[in-house]
């Protein structure tokens, strides 16, 4: 079954760049019908959808931090990867990464989830 | 602010149904059957429990359904359970530019 893996620093200092790794393990990213996308929770706040790759490389991202994100895929490795620069304090959060049905829109496999701490 | 309306708690006994709803608008509840329910234990990810309204994935308890009624989703849960206690989390395809939305999570907590 198909099992989703973040990876990258727990802390990152402010006005540097945030970067995660996700490696799907169990199913291929260029089996297509899926978004590959990235999610966070600030502590203790509800979720946050930052954006989304398809494994042909099309990318969608949350108006909000459009200006400041990045998301890659890397179908040789079989991992999508998120950078989130300019960061700050504001950034800290849990980052997970999620398996979208391009049909159903749901996210029905998460990553475990990583903590991202901005400070100095 | 989340773009889709929840309560922040509701509670119930073990034994008895309750129902989270999920308001939003025309341009993502309203318009589109693409909501979708998440169940969240603490420090853990979220669990896709409900997608398209009222469809449940495999391996999903039948206690938990979906509906929708106008710009209003539901979650109902019947029978609670001890192990039901979580944060439950609605989400939609909007039209706007941010395509998904989530709403502002609802603590159950099973008395």
């Known amino acids: 079954q198909v099992q989703l893996q973040e990876s990258g620093p727990g802390l990152v200092k402010p006005s540097q760049t945030l970067s995660l790794t996700c490696t799907v393990s169990?199913?291929?990213?260029?089996?297509?019908?899926?978004?590959w996308s990235w999610i966070r929770q600030h502590p203790g706040k509800g979720l946050e959808w930052i954006g989304y790759?398809?494994?042909?490389?099309?990318?969608y991202y949350n108006p909000s931090l459009k200006s400041r994100v990045t998301i890659s895929v890397d179908t040789s490795k079989n991992q999508f990867s998120l950078k989130l620069s300019s960061v700050t304090a504001a950034d800290t959060a849990v980052y997970y990464c999620?398996?979208?049905?391009?049909?159903?829109?749901?996210?029905?496999?998460w990553g475990q989830g990583t903590m991202v701490t901005v400070s100095s | 602010q989340s773009a889709l309306t929840q309560p922040a708690s509701v509670s119930g006994s073990p034994g008895q149904s309750i129902t989270i709803s999920c308001t939003g608008t025309?341009?993502?509840?309203?318009?589109?059957?693409?909501v979708s329910w998440y169940q969240q234990h603490p420090g853990k990810a979220p669990k896709l429990m409900i997608y398209?309204?009222?469809n449940r994935p495999s391996g999903v308890s039948n206690r938990f359904s979906g509906s929708k009624s106008g710009n209003t989703a539901s979650l109902t849960i019947s029978g609670l359970q001890a192990e039901d206690e979580a944060d439950y989390y609605c989400?939609?395809?909007?039209?706007?530019?941010?395509?998904?939305?989530f709403g502002g999570g609802t603590k159950l907590t099973v008395l």
């Open positions: 790759i398809y494994y042909s490389g099309s990318t």
């Open positions: 025309s341009s993502d509840v309203g318009g589109y059957n693409y």
């Open positions: 169990g199913g291929s990213i260029s089996s297509g019908g899926y978004y």
């Open positions: 398209e309204v009222s």
């Open positions: 989400s939609s395809y909007t039209s706007s530019s941010t395509q998904w939305v």
């Open positions: 999620a398996r979208a049905g391009k049909l159903s829109g749901a996210f029905d496999i």
